[in-house]
């Protein structure tokens, strides 16, 4: 695999206590009786209230870090090592991948998926936590996930990691297993590392898929007094601007909703003052890609393909799923 290692950035901190039998002493089971816990791997217990405030995410996360402390010497492949990292990716892994430490050992033992690969794998280390190269990590998602879940693993860890496109192409090529390598392809032609959010990269591989022109990312305007504002998507040939609006737009501004909507509408309102038409989706919209299609035409996105029903058939079914 990649034999290029670069510097690894800071795990992102496991989200909730963990309780392990084999670190808690002779009094564990008697501490489990008397309290409201979950288990979530065989010897690894979290508190239930802190455990139901956690999101879906935090929860994979949470169950990829108890597997450590049960197997301190697992290699994290695959979604695990993009959790680990801090990479986003779309989907939601049922499993926690490891690299298995013996040919042919490829299994699952509960919640946890060993991975066999013929290739030499150069696992990097990180406060004592073995996992792939971030090159390695979204090449594997890459390979072995729809198109447009291999698209968003790219876009984020050349936006986040700077990453460029040419490492990850000759780490797909290195490698001596060709297994998958087909399949990530379409998304190492794409990736630009531009998207902003796994969202933004989900919806260009529907409009491409759908039929549609592909549009300018990130194209500056300026707003005057309220400053440049970029947007998602430009199609300059009609005049058109898209914006896929993902929850964190608003929770993540200072000053908490309210104030973000505000802000956004005046931004919005100053935007379509310079341009012919103005569109918003969501995940809902992706989800249903029959749903965005409607809402690009309705504004008059140019459609300059056929539809690629096969593809969009297969990820609204993993995006229901």
Same mark, same amino acid.
């Given at each position: 695999?990649?034999?290029l290692?670069?510097?690894q950035p800071?795990?992102?901190?496991c ?18 009786r008397s309290?409201?816990?979950?288990r ?16 879906v ?8 870090y108890?597997?450590?402390?049960r ?15 801090g990479?986003?990716f ?44 971030a090159?390695?990590?979204?090449? #594997?998602?890459?390979r %072995?996930?729809?198109?447009?879940? !291999?698209? +968003?693993?790219? @876009?984020?860890?050349? /936006? *986040? $990691? ?5 490492e990850?192409v000759?780490n ?37 898929w ?21 947007? #998602?998507?430009?199609? %300059?040939?009609?005049?058109i601007? !898209?914006? +896929?609006?993902? @929850?964190?737009?608003? /929770? *993540? $501004?200072a ?9 956004e ?9 310079q341009?012919?038409?103005f569109?918003?989706?969501g995940?809902?919209?992706c989800?249903d ?29 993993l995006?229901?799923?």
């Amino acid at each position: 695999m990649n034999q290029l290692l670069r510097a690894q950035p800071d795990l992102v901190a496991c989200p909730i206590e963990l309780l392990v039998r084999s670190e808690f002493g002779s009094g564990f089971d008697t501490y489990v009786r008397s309290h409201a816990v979950v288990r979530i791997v065989p010897g690894v217990y979290v508190h239930e209230h802190d455990w139901r405030k956690l999101s879906v995410w935090d929860r994979y996360l949470a169950k990829v870090y108890a597997v450590q402390r049960r197997r301190p010497d697992a290699i994290f492949v695959e979604e695990s090592a993009a959790a680990l990292q801090g990479l986003p990716f779309l989907g939601r892994p049922q499993y926690v991948h490891v690299l298995a430490h013996k040919s042919g050992a490829a299994r699952i033992t509960g919640i946890v998926r060993a991975h066999f690969s013929i290739d030499e794998v150069a696992p990097v280390e990180t406060a004592g936590i073995l996992m792939t190269s971030a090159v390695d990590t979204v090449v #594997d998602i890459a390979r %072995r996930n729809h198109p447009a879940f !291999g698209l +968003a693993a790219l @876009d984020q860890a050349m /936006r *986040l $990691q700077n990453i460029t496109r040419g490492e990850l192409v000759a780490n797909n090529e290195a490698r001596a297993s060709a297994r998958g390598a087909a399949n990530a392809l379409w998304a190492l032609e794409r990736a630009t590392g531009i998207p902003e959010s796994v969202l933004e990269s989900l919806s260009l591989a529907e409009f491409e898929w759908l039929g549609f022109e592909i549009p300018e990312l990130q194209v500056p305007f300026d707003l005057g007094a309220l400053g440049d504002a970029r947007t #998602d998507c430009y199609w %300059r040939s009609r005049g058109i601007i !898209g914006e +896929a609006d993902g @929850d964190s737009k608003y /929770r *993540l $501004q200072a000053g908490g909703i309210d104030t973000a909507i505000i802000s956004e509408k005046r931004r919005e309102d100053a935007l379509r003052r310079q341009v012919n038409g103005f569109v918003r989706w969501g995940w809902a919209d992706c989800r249903d890609p029959k749903q965005l299609e409607s809402i690009l035409l309705s504004v008059g996105v140019p459609r300059v393909a056929t539809r690629n029903s096969t593809r969009l058939r297969t990820l609204a079914t993993l995006l229901r799923g």
